[in-house]
């Protein structure tokens, strides 16, 4: 499967809180930024290009945005080694707790802890899994959590990236640079304490060179729409992929 996320935007702002939840049966579909203003990022899955295009059509005519902007592609590394039955039991017992005890994870699905250890270090070093933060910036307090979208020029090098860093740092959160460079664009959230400080940054991070043009999307709200992987998950328990 690969991954990719696209820019809609929606006018009318009451539609779009109905629409976000309208959105859930989309298979695949994984979540959902929502941005103050007519923005929102949709992030989803898929099996192959015609998979892509179905579903793109698809949200287009729910959204009623039919010129949507690519965000980034989401390019998995290569499956060196098939997982066990008990390899997938693993994640699905830390899927929701990625940093509990592993011997608490080990009782739960009745592996010993050896066992466990051995197989959780092979998968991480295989890149059998990832472990990453699930933030609803909506929920921070006294803080207003924001999205740089920076596109690039096409001489732009890494040195771009580390200079737009730099200067997000002491609002840093995270950033994503995706594989295909063709896009010409990566994100970076941040956090602000006023509008005005978000402005203050884009302006900044607009003339670094190699920078063309930076948006400010400033969010409202995440939605997440994984559980269907739980489903997946559990096919390959009962029946693993070789």
């Known amino acids: 499967m690969e991954g990719s996320a696209y820019l809609f935007r929606s006018d009318d702002e009451d539609r779009k809180v109905r629409l976000i ?3 859930e049966p989309i298979e695949g579909l994984l979540e959902v930024h929502n941005f103050i203003g007519p923005e929102m990022c ?3 899955s898929y099996r192959s290009v015609s998979d892509l295009d179905s579903k793109l059509r698809r949200l287009c005519k729910l959204i009623g945005d039919d010129t949507p902007i690519q965000f980034y592609e ?8 098939p997982l066990s039955k008990d390899d997938w039991r693993i994640l699905k017992s830390l899927r929701y707790r990625a940093r509990r ?12 802890l050896k066992t466990f250890r051995r197989r959780f270090e092979r998968m991480a070093q295989d890149g059998s899994f990832f472990i990453a933060p699930a933030l609803d910036p909506s929920k921070a307090p006294g803080l207003v959590l924001f999205e740089l979208l920076v596109y690039t020029t096409p001489d732009a090098d890494r040195t771009t990236i ?3 860093l730099s200067i997000t740092d002491d609002h840093y959160v ?6 295909m460079q063709r896009l010409g664009n990566f994100d970076s959230l941040a956090f602000a304490q006023s509008t005005g400080e978000i402005e203050e940054l884009r302006q900044q991070v607009r003339y670094v060179p190699g920078v ?5 999307l400033v969010f409202r709200g995440w939605n997440d729409y994984t559980k269907w992987i739980d489903s997946a998950i ?3 328990i009962e029946n693993p992929t070789t």
Do not use: F
């Open 234 to 236: 559990d096919v390959e």
């Open 21 to 23: 939840q309208e959105l």
């Open 174 to 179: 995270y950033h994503y640079v995706p594989s």
């Open 74 to 81: 989401r390019h998995m590394p290569e499956v060196s080694r």
């Open 212 to 216: 063309a043009k930076v948006s400010a």
């Open 162 to 164: 580390q200079r737009v």
């Open 101 to 112: 005890p592993l011997r608490e994870a080990a009782e739960e699905i009745g592996v010993n």
């Open 42 to 44: 949709v992030d989803l």
